[in-house]
C-alpha cells in the first residue's frame, strides 16, 4: 500500500502570501494520479486538483498543483480568507486509494 | 450529479450499520463510487469503491471481510456496509463520485456514525 506524508502538518501564514504545500509518496504514484482537495470545518472535502495538475471544475487559477513520481506540491500563490482550511492529497491509481494526513493551514 | 446519503446512525458495539447514497441528476453506472470515512478530529481515510457498470469492488486492506459496498442501479444508490462496529468506527461517512478513477469530483453530504453502549 503507498504511504503519502504531507508536510508541514500545521502553518500559520497570513493573507496574500504564497504557499507550497508536499506530499511525500512512499513508491511511486504511476499515472501521476495524485488529488488534492480542501476541507473546512464541518464541509465534505472538495476537489482541487488531479492527475497532479489538473485544476478541477471552478477552482481558482491561484492553486495549482505540480509533481510527478514521489514527490508533489500544492501551491496557493495568494491567499485569500477563505483558503484557511484543511488540505489534503490522495493518489488514487490502480484499484486503491489512500490519503495523506493533511495540512491545515491557520492564520 | 449530486449524491444525497442517508441520515445519522445510532449502534451499539458488535452491530452493523449500512449507510446509502442516493445520485440525482444523472446515471450511477458510469461512475467510480469511492466510500470515506473521518473519525472526530482526524483525516480523511478511504474505504472502498465500486464500479457499477462493471460490478468492480475494491477495498481497502484495513476493512476487508467487514465492508460491503453495493449498487442499485434501478434507484441509482450506492450502499455501504459495515460490520463488527467497535467505537473506532465512530466517524462521518461520505460517498463521493468521479467519472474516471477513484477520486472525490465530487460529494455527498456526510453520514454520521455513532457507535457506543
Known amino acids: 500500500e503507498i504511504v503519502l506524508t504531507q508536510s508541514p502538518g500545521t502553518l500559520a501564514l497570513s493573507p496574500g502570501e504564497r504557499v507550497t504545500l508536499s506530499c511525500r509518496a512512499s513508491?511511486?504514484?504511476?499515472?501521476?494520479?495524485l488529488a488534492w482537495y480542501q476541507q473546512k470545518a464541518g464541509q465534505a472535502p472538495r476537489l482541487l486538483i488531479y492527475?497532479?495538475?489538473s485544476r478541477a471544475t471552478g477552482i481558482p487559477g491561484r492553486f495549482s498543483g505540480s509533481g510527478s513520481g514521489t514527490d508533489f506540491t500544492l501551491t496557493i500563490s495568494r491567499l485569500e480568507p477563505e483558503d484557511f482550511a484543511v488540505y489534503y492529497c490522495q493518489q488514487y491509481g490502480g484499484s486503491t486509494g489512500t490519503f495523506g494526513q493533511g495540512t491545515k493551514l491557520e492564520i | 450529479v449530486q449524491l444525497v446519503q442517508s441520515g445519522a446512525e445510532v449502534r451499539r458495539p458488535g452491530s452493523s450499520v449500512k449507510v446509502s447514497c442516493k445520485a440525482s441528476?444523472?446515471?450511477?453506472?458510469?461512475?467510480?463510487i469511492t466510500w470515506v470515512r473521518q473519525a472526530p478530529g482526524q483525516g480523511l481515510e478511504w474505504m472502498g469503491g465500486i464500479i457499477p457498470a462493471s460490478g468492480t469492488r475494491d477495498y481497502a486492506q484495513n476493512f476487508r471481510g467487514r465492508l460491503t459496498i453495493t449498487a442499485d442501479e434501478s434507484t441509482r444508490t450506492a450502499y455501504m456496509e459495515l460490520r463488527s462496529l467497535t467505537s473506532d468506527d465512530t466517524a462521518v461517512y461520505y460517498c463521493?463520485?468521479?467519472?474516471?478513477?477513484?477520486?472525490?469530483?465530487?460529494w455527498g453530504q456526510g453520514t454520521l456514525v455513532t457507535v457506543s453502549s
Open positions: 492527475g497532479a495538475s
Open positions: 513508491q511511486n504514484i504511476g499515472g501521476d494520479y
Open positions: 463521493a463520485g468521479s467519472g474516471s478513477f477513484y477520486k472525490g469530483g465530487y
Open positions: 441528476g444523472g446515471t450511477l453506472s458510469t461512475q467510480f
